[in-house]
């Protein structure tokens, strides 16, 4: 680091004062002398400004309310439970009252127009609102010279171990754009750590995305072009995301609480004067996982591996009592692994469920969508799995209206629906994504769609796909509250819905119940009057709103640090401590803390300076 020279050396600093000036005895003598002179100012003016100046610790990071919405897939909510949770982890309060945030961070999804006009409308209501903003998801990462996202903060989908860093850097008024890829040696990873702290949106559901991107290149996907092309992450780091979710460990201290030494480093004895303080250090866990991609029947194509051989691998975790659920797979990467994957949809701890996109019934219009199979092919898989795995739940997507789709197309679609009776069907309207090349086709005269829509709707709604199951006894899980708050949310072995009274010693257990009414999307049980609640074989779950994913090696390092400051007092080991439970941050800040120390120090000479030149 540069340094004036000097051609000798001071032996104090009040050798700076030179014979000639003033001895401190003479400017405390005329100090009398001295009439201060008072300056007038504006008030009005001074009132003002004081008003419409920020408060003097409004841009400390760590300190402000965050307010996350997230639009979309269980991908995109997986990567807003990652972000919650390292902001939480830093010290930032997650709030689910917008109007009380600092900042806001909005989670993208660009799959339709809808989706991504909330989205639109959600920044134009923060800037109304003076809110900070930093903008997260598919549609910044696959457009982000969009003129309504000019000059604000965004942070890329495989980006999101930094958003402590763009959070700060907004908080403080800049402008920052984080978009890149990550890679190993020239090969794309999937994205951030799955080993991050994260705030689950259901305490017990954890949300594991298996890999990011695709192989396809349909015509109509906006999202190809936010999470690219396929990159798969390791099973050996899957699998150690799911034991952890099972047994999470303990959950973070905000900055400035005290840490209880508690199973931190059991064979070590507390530090002299450390004082006990409440800090929940229980091990906290799920009963369900969630498996979610952009296609999870293509995962490992790029890391010699598939998608059974993983599934083999967490099912060995997976304690009893809880589940696996499956995510979305396109049928072209699912027709060779046919025998296996029917072995593991038949295992207990693995929901008999099935998300297998069709899009049309029509060769022609899955041609021009650049699908990669015929409708034979999916009739094959969804024939095979229904024979092989009794009472399997199939859902499926299907899109009206994409450009060049005549009557008869249409027609053949609402004959697969009839034939097959899908219990979960996702209806889409075709909407032309920019940049796309189904944008650029001829399209479907808007009215048309609409009214494909409707009667493709009116066919969905025709039969009841539970009636035949009222009188049988289920076993479920229980696992969230209704949306009326009027019964809890189970599922059954087949991932169907099952409403059961709001018993608090139910939820997150295995209740046997008796089916006694059925709708279009759900059945309700009462539960056995002699039959015992099932209590899984995992730890108590974490609260809503905590904390979850801080491994062993980070509890053991922060409890080696904690011993090692023995000699300290409670107060600085506490500020010690909360110090590293924080994520670690870049360069940015290490550089502003020294930038910081270097500045208290010379204001520690001044001030001796001063008051020896006083005394």
């Known amino acids: 680091m540069p340094s004036a020279s000097c051609d000798t050396l001071l032996d104090d600093i009040e050798d700076i004062v030179s014979q000639e000036d003033s001895k ?18 504006n008030t009005q003016k001074y009132l003002q400004e004081e008003e419409n100046s920020p ?43 917008a109007s009380d945030a600092d900042l806001w961070l909005l989670n993208s999804c660009t799959v339709k127009n809808p989706a991504e006009d909330h989205f639109r409308n959600s920044i134009k209501k923060a800037q109304e609102e003076n809110k900070k903003i930093v903008l997260a998801g598919c549609v910044p990462q696959a ?34 754009r984080l978009l890149g890829q990550k890679k190993d040696n020239g090969r794309r990873l999937g994205g951030a750590r799955l080993d991050l702290p994260k705030i689950r949106k259901n305490p017990l ?72 303080f409440s800090c929940l250090s229980l091990p906290k866990g799920v009963c369900e996982i969630w498996l979610t991609s952009e296609d999870t029947g293509a995962y490992g194509r790029d890391i010699g591996t598939n998608l059974p051989t993983l599934l083999w691998k967490l099912v060995e975790v997976i304690p009893e009592g809880a589940m696996l659920r499956l995510g979305m797979t396109n049928p072209p990467y699912i027709l060779e692994h046919l025998e296996e994957m029917a072995k593991i949809l038949n295992h207990p701890r693995v929901y008999a469920f099935l ?23 999916f009739k094959r898989v969804v024939d095979f799995l229904k024979e092989k795995v009794p009472g399997i739940t199939i859902a499926t997507d299907i899109i009206c209206g994409f450009p060049g789709e005549t009557d008869q197309d249409f027609q053949e679609t609402v004959k697969l629906v009839e034939e097959y009776k899908f219990p979960s069907l996702f ?146 080991q506490c500020d010690s401590a909360s110090s590293r439970m924080v994520l670690p941050m870049p360069r940015l800040h290490q550089d502003c803390a020294l930038r910081m120390s270097v500045g208290l120090a010379l204001l520690g000479l001044l001030f001796a300076f001063f008051v020896k030149v006083y005394n």
Not at 162 to 170: D, L, M
Not at 355 to 377: G, T
Request: net charge positive; glycine share 6%; proline share 7%.
């Open 24 to 41: 401190p005895q003479d400017r405390h003598f005329v100090r009398k002398d001295v009439v201060p002179k008072v300056r007038r100012r």
């Open 205 to 276: 559901i954890e949300i594991i995305s298996i890999n990011t991107g695709c192989l396809n290149a349909c015509t109509y996907c906006k999202t190809k072009h936010a999470r690219g092309n396929l990159a798969s992450y390791p099973i050996d780091e899957l699998v150690d995301r799911a034991k952890q979710s099972f047994q999470d460990g303990v959950s973070p201290c905000r900055p400035g609480w005290m840490i209880e030494w508690c199973d931190l480093s059991p064979l070590q004895l507390p530090p002299p004067g450390f004082r006990r």
């Open 355 to 377: 998300h297998i996109p069709v899009q049309s019934a029509s060769d022609s219009v899955l041609m021009e969508m650049k699908r990669e199979y015929c409708v034979a092919d």
């Open 55 to 97: 408060p003097s610790d409004s841009t400390i990071p760590g300190i402000q309310k965050i307010w996350i919405r997230t639009w979309g897939c269980s991908h995109n909510n997986s990567d807003g439970e990652y972000m919650a949770g390292q902001l939480a982890a830093y010290g930032y309060k997650i709030t689910e009252n």
């Open 143 to 176: 457009q982000p010279r969009q003129d309504y996202l000019k000059g604000l903060s965004i942070i890329g989908v495989q980006q999101i171990d930094r958003v402590v860093e763009v959070v700060e850097e907004t908080i403080k008024g800049h402008s920052v």
């Open 427 to 572: 209806i889409n309207q075709f909407y032309p994504r920019p940049g796309t090349p189904a944008a650029k086709m001829e399209q479907v005269p808007a009215q048309v769609k609409k009214q494909r829509t409707k009667d493709l709707s009116r066919v969905f709604h025709s039969y009841s796909p539970y009636d035949h199951k009222i009188g049988e006894r289920q076993q479920v899980l229980v696992t969230e509250e209704s949306f009326d708050s009027k019964f809890y949310v189970a599922h059954n072995q087949f991932y169907e819905q099952v409403l059961v009274p709001k018993n608090p010693a139910f939820m997150g257990k295995m209740v046997e119940v008796d089916i006694y009414e059925s709708g279009k999307h759900f059945m309700k049980g009462q539960p056995v009057s002699d039959a015992k609640v099932y209590t899984p074989s995992i730890s108590k779950p974490l609260a809503k709103g905590e904390v979850s994913g801080l491994t062993k090696d980070f509890r053991n390092g922060l409890g080696n640090q904690l011993s090692s400051g023995s000699h300290t007092s409670a107060a600085s």
